[in-house]
């Protein structure tokens, strides 16, 4: 079956074949007159991905949280029992994931992204979205640590860090409680990945029962370590925490609150380990080489169509163009916002239930915010778990250049007629 371009469509378009977000898929589609409604028996439950508030970070997935909430989702996946991959992205992370894919994918596949970095937030400042505070893993273990954290006490396991500060950091969370906070601890050492994954290692780490695995192997190695043994590890909640676990063993002295606050930390830093000045020296190189290629740009592209919505309001319509046993075509008119995500999400959540390729022809699409964005990105996520894909067809030069200033163009690699 042939789609039908958005391109080709009058002016005047048929609003019975080019659906407004949220309309009833019913209604008759593009192809033709018949009803293109999906079949009732294929709609299933919102997935919990496309629920997510996320926003696209200069390829981060950042899920727009607060630390409470993050110890809630935390305490209901320990009772549940129900896995939840936690990263706290920070400046390092994300110039980690602009060179290592694999690095990237894990961020990607993670359940749960709050911010950690102030670099983070301030980018977030710029170019206009709505994060206004870090949810940062020290901040997360000292919550976990105090007396009353909520319904559900979780149990920790912390595996890495110098020889002893594991040690350290669990007999200072079991001196807290008159109950064991921390069950087990292990000291791997500096291995490779493929090392640290022996299976005497994995069964260690799963024999503790705890709730919590907190990782600190160094951010590269710690995110790829649970990327590569996410299906072989028991215990649910799992996250390198890096230097979390210093701070609660005493090894390192966190900065004061004001210190972080004004995002001097790394300074502070840098006076504890002196060692970290060349991380810090090289991921500020990028983040300002970053800032003039690619913050600033969206910054004023941003504001540029935030005024044009306001003077000139535009719905986003969505049309189902055409759908065969491998693929589900939409196609997007109009700007894709923050405003049009929970309709959009709902309607992409009904055609990620028939486990087909969804393909979105882009050819009249005026833009593209952070939080469609980030929608999409869940969207992609939600599609590879089900062993399908997601495809843009109808690509303009102006919509090209948005997905690369938001280093999403590797969304675009593998697409066939854009």
């Known amino acids: 079956m042939t789609g039908l371009n958005?391109?080709?469509?009058?002016?005047?378009?048929?609003?019975?074949r080019l659906l407004p977000v949220g309309a009833s898929p019913a209604v008759g589609a593009a192809t033709g007159g018949a009803s293109s409604a999906l079949p009732a028996d294929a709609v299933a439950p919102l997935p919990s991905n496309?629920?997510?508030?996320?926003?696209?970070?200069?390829?981060?997935p950042i899920d727009a949280v607060d630390l409470p909430a993050v110890v809630r989702r935390l305490e209901r996946a320990a009772v549940e029992r129900v896995t939840c991959l936690v990263s706290t992205p920070n400046l390092n992370f994300l110039v980690h994931s602009l060179s290592d894919p694999e690095f990237r994918q894990s961020l990607l596949d993670s359940d749960l992204c709050p911010p950690d970095g102030?670099?983070?937030?301030?980018?977030?400042?710029?170019?206009?979205?709505?994060?206004?505070?870090?949810?940062?893993?020290?901040?997360?273990?000292?919550?976990?640590?105090?007396k009353a954290t909520g319904a559900h006490r979780?149990?920790?396991?912390?595996?890495?860090?110098?020889?002893?500060?594991?040690?350290?950091?669990?007999?200072?969370?079991?001196?807290?409680?008159?109950?064991?906070?921390?069950?087990?601890?292990?000291?791997?050492?500096?291995?490779?990945?493929?090392?640290?994954?022996?299976?005497?290692?994995?069964?260690a780490v799963n024999s503790s029962g705890a709730d919590f695995l907190v990782v600190s192997l160094g951010a590269k190695k710690g995110?790829?370590?649970?990327?590569?043994?996410?299906?072989?590890?028991?215990?649910?909640?799992r996250a390198h925490l890096g230097a979390a676990i210093g701070f609660q063993a005493g090894v390192i002295k966190r900065a004061p609150p004001i210190v972080r606050a004004c995002?001097?930390?790394?300074?502070?830093?840098?006076?504890?380990?002196?060692?970290?000045?060349?991380?810090?020296?090289?991921?500020?190189?990028?983040?300002?080489?970053?800032?003039?290629?690619?913050?600033?740009?969206?910054?004023?592209?941003?504001?540029?169509?935030q005024l044009s919505q306001r003077l000139w309001p535009q719905e986003l319509l969505i049309a189902k163009l055409r759908e065969d046993d491998g693929s589900i075509e939409f196609g997007l008119s109009g700007s894709a916002l923050q405003m049009h995500v929970s309709r959009a999400s709902k309607l992409f959540g009904e055609a990620l239930a028939t486990n087909r390729d969804i393909i979105i022809?882009?050819?009249?699409?005026?833009?593209?915010?952070?939080?469609?964005?980030?929608?999409?990105?869940?969207?992609?996520?939600?599609?590879?778990?089900?062993?399908?894909k997601l495809l843009f067809t109808g690509v303009t030069p102006a919509i090209r250049r948005v997905f690369q200033l938001t280093e999403l163009g590797y969304l675009l690699s593998s697409n066939a007629g854009s």
């Open 50 to 60: 496309l629920s997510r508030e996320v926003y696209c970070i200069l390829g981060l």
């Open 361 to 388: 022809d882009l050819s009249r699409t005026q833009t593209i915010d952070a939080r469609f964005f980030g929608m999409l990105m869940m969207l992609h996520k939600e599609l590879t778990n089900r062993k399908a």
């Open 118 to 146: 102030m670099p983070i937030i301030w980018i977030a400042r710029l170019i206009g979205l709505p994060l206004r505070e870090r949810a940062s893993g020290a901040d997360l273990l000292d919550r976990l640590r105090a």
């Open 6 to 16: 958005l391109a080709q469509l009058p002016s005047g378009f048929d609003r019975h």
């Open 223 to 237: 995110q790829l370590w649970l990327q590569r043994n996410h299906h072989r590890l028991k215990i649910p909640i």
């Open 154 to 203: 979780l149990s920790l396991f912390l595996f890495g860090g110098a020889t002893g500060v594991a040690a350290a950091a669990a007999k200072a969370f079991n001196a807290d409680s008159s109950e064991p906070r921390c069950l087990g601890t292990m000291d791997p050492g500096f291995g490779e990945v493929d090392e640290l994954s022996a299976d005497n290692i994995i069964n």
């Open 263 to 305: 995002g001097f930390e790394w300074l502070w830093r840098i006076k504890e380990e002196r060692y970290l000045w060349k991380r810090y020296r090289h991921d500020g190189l990028v983040l300002l080489r970053l800032l003039f290629t690619r913050i600033l740009p969206l910054a004023a592209l941003n504001r540029w169509h």
